[in-house]
């Protein structure tokens, strides 16, 4: 009776809070972990190992948990629908993106030459190109799509590597050694992390109760029917 109880303040505390301070509050706190959350994981993603299992699982628990929030703690079924969409986009868009951000403008700059390139299927089927890369101390590495190997390069052709300077990540491979790089994926992993922080912050705001759906439904249908009322 007691887990009882406290389960039923907790939920009532968390959609109950009145339009206020504290309610502003909590909604811009969802609003910023959400995205934030799923951002991070898209960039571990990147990562080799075990790193990459733990960004994806991030994504995965920042879509879930918004729309969850959203969905049954604040009842806006809506805003659950945009956010988990728009969460696992965010992943997909943000950790590339900031990966080549990053690998561009951080990364060491290492002359290299390309020895072999080719394609081989990928776990779903589909056939993914790869190429080998020596650079000038002869070391010899294998680098995906990821890394942006999209069978663009040809045998014996001169690349850069930018090598990350913490030495985790596998380096990015770039014809030239120009360190500007496309603005369009930022562009859509700003426009997602807005996107999903204003209908987190927006549903937040705008939360309903159990009482409050049960009182909206009344004044658009009227009062549940009751077997053997009279006529």
Known sequence: ???????????????????????????????????????????????????????????????GIGAGVAGTGWNRAGVATVVGFGTMALGVFAGPSLYEAYATQLGERVDAVVVETGERPGLKGDALSFCRVADASGTVRELGQQQNCFGKFEKGQHVVLFEDPLGMLDPRVEATGDRTFDPLGPSISAGLFLLVGASMFSGGMRRRSDRDLLEEHRRKHGPPWRSGASA
């Open 1 to 63: 009776m007691d887990e009882t109880r406290t389960a039923e303040r907790r939920k009532q505390a968390f959609e109950g809070l009145p339009p206020g301070p504290a309610r502003t509050r909590s909604s811009l706190v969802w609003a910023a972990l959400i995205p934030v959350t799923a951002t991070v994981g898209g960039f571990l993603a990147q990562y080799p190992y075990g790193l990459l299992w733990l960004g994806v699982l991030l994504v995965l628990a920042a879509a």
